[in-house]
T-cell receptor, first 111, second 113 residues
Framework: GEDVEQSLFLSVREGDSSVINCTYT??????LYWYKQEPGAGLQLLTY?????DMKQDQRLTVLLNKKDKHLSLRIADTQTGDSAIYFC???????????FGKGTHLIIQP | NAGVTQTPKFRILKIGQSMTLQCTQD?????MYWYRQDPGMGLKLIYY???????DKGEVPNGYNVSRSTTEDFPLRLELAAPSQTSVYFC????????????FGPGTRLTVL
């Protein structure tokens, strides 16, 4: 089955850009997602990208997809203290498929 | 619109007890899901439903049961609670968006002692 991998921690300075990386194994994954989880809260959908796209931009968020290498990244421009959270990468094949999640990347913001 | 609501928020069970985790949505989505999140891990799919009367197993269904009698409700039942079921449980809905997005409830934190 699908396997999604992420690094566990990323530390950045406030105002810098954050780049969170993710790799997945199933080349038939049609949809790739980024979710944000703040402490004690549920998951908030940030953005998604179709597997036939290379890039998607949404305000401060940029998603890059390298389908050949099965590599996905989320760039957060001008990182703020409110961006401190766990970021989950997830993949799905489409239809009613459940999501396969990575373990999440803790984004730590330094003042 | 409330979106996806889950009750209770917290619960402590003794080994062998049973309980039902409630999930209700007002988004009129056909698909509903139950996931569990163990500490330091991503979410794993327990059960899902594509519509009223239809349910199917996910990756980790053992020890759980579900039913889907209406579009809005998708309860998750634990019959004989075990310490291994200590987790945070999330309900999600989906199936309506262009990106097939799933939207999550706030979660139920369950401890089995």
């Amino acid at each position: 089955g699908e396997d999604v991998e992420q690094s566990l921690f990323l530390s950045v300075r406030e105002g810098d850009s954050s780049v969170i990386n993710c790799t997945y194994t199933d080349s038939s994954s049609t949809y790739l997602y980024w979710y944000k989880q703040e402490p004690g809260a549920g998951l908030q959908l940030l953005t998604y990208i179709f597997s036939n796209m290379d890039m998607k931009q949404d305000q401060r968020l940029t998603v890059l997809l390298n389908k050949k290498d099965k590599h996905l990244s989320l760039r957060i421009a001008d990182t703020q203290t409110g961006d401190s959270a766990i970021y989950f990468c997830a993949a799905a094949g489409g239809g009613a498929d459940g999501l396969t999640f990575g373990k999440g990347t803790h984004l730590i913001i330094q003042p | 619109n409330a979106g996806v609501t889950q009750t209770p928020k917290f619960r402590i069970l003794k080994i062998g007890q049973s309980m039902t985790l409630q999930c209700t949505q007002d988004m009129n989505h056909n698909y509903m899901y139950w996931y569990r999140q163990d500490p330091g891990m991503g979410l794993k799919l327990i059960y899902y439903s594509v519509g009223a009367g239809i349910t199917d197993k996910g990756e980790v269904p053992n020890g759980y049961n579900v039913s889907r009698s209406t579009t809005e409700d998708f309860p998750l039942r634990l019959e004989l609670a075990a310490p291994s079921q200590t987790s945070v449980y999330f309900c999600a809905t989906g199936g309506a968006g262009v990106g097939n997005e799933q939207f999550f409830g706030p979660g139920t934190r369950l401890t089995v002692l």
